[in-house]
């Protein structure tokens, strides 16, 4: 049980949902050609090698054999969901999570029902905030208490046109801003309620993105490591297990994630070592999408599926308005690196002032 709540901790930090099998190499960062290589099988969630593909004509052969298998009580409560819930295409979402095998998928989406049961009432909150045609993600429409909402202010999303390279929503947060002995001091009812308002209207924005597009989109989740004090999930228990229980619901959404970037990495940072390591032994179908980029890499935050220039200009005002004060950097010995990213036109001419 130990190890089931640390596995699923792990995947509650990072905020990930994925499925695959490692393919990476040995190193600390990956490549831009390492975040867009397909891995072996179809567990990765794409079909053909296509992360976004469409579902096939043999996918949806299979997804009605699933419905079929369900218990009338099932079908009728599937019925009576909204659209994003009920689809085919969420129905296709759990059979390539199960690898395209429909005991895999019949065991998934039944616990996904369950848990719409169990959480009916926060669902209920949830979605009466939502718009049924909305495509971006609303922060302003997530469930929560002002405090709450004020110790996740680090948290931005992105909207597809200004997410990634290749027109996906993106949720962008910096640990430096996240105080994660808060999670110690919310009750568990409390942050579920956050967490599934999050999760619900991600699955209605991916779908209604997917229906436009006609094609599977999923979202990516990135995070900036520059000042991140990783040491605060060791000191203090009690917030990692509820951060691992909350953050266990997104396992009830399948294939809504398509990449985890993890960037300004400190090379020197032995605590990134132990925990990439440590993911692999526990959970290494995190890692098949996973993107670890050092202080530096651009080239890889800013690959073919990852992060458009766009967002890291957005993501740069956004921690500028967290910081307040003037637009100066103080940097010390124990602050020795900042990062800002800046929309530059071609033929510009842009000067940076260092005082002493």
Known sequence: AAVKHVGAGLRAWCGLRLDGSYSGGGGATSSAADATRPTSGCSVGSSGGQPYA??????????AELRALLTPEEKRQLLESPEDVRHDLIMCRFLRKGGGRIPRALKACRAFLAYRRRFAGAIARSRARLEAEAIDFDDSRVLGSPEMRRQLRGLLQLPPRTGTNDGMPVALSAGRFLDIGSFGKWAYEELAEWMVSVLEQRCLTLHNQSIKEHRMAKAVEARDCLGTNLSQLLCSPRAFLNMSRVFALADMYPEMMGLMVT???????????????????????????????????????????SLSPAALALYSAHVQELQGGPQWEHLSADRPLAFKALQAEAGGLYRWRVGC
């Open 263 to 305: 960037f300004n990495l400190d090379p020197g940072m032995r605590l990134v070592r132990i925990l990439r390591r440590v993911i692999s032994l526990l959970c290494p179908e995190v890692l098949s999408l996973c993107l670890f980029a050092e202080l530096g890499d651009w080239g890889a935050v800013c690959s073919a599926r």
């Open 54 to 63: 469409w579902p096939s004509q043999e996918e949806l052969a299979k997804v």
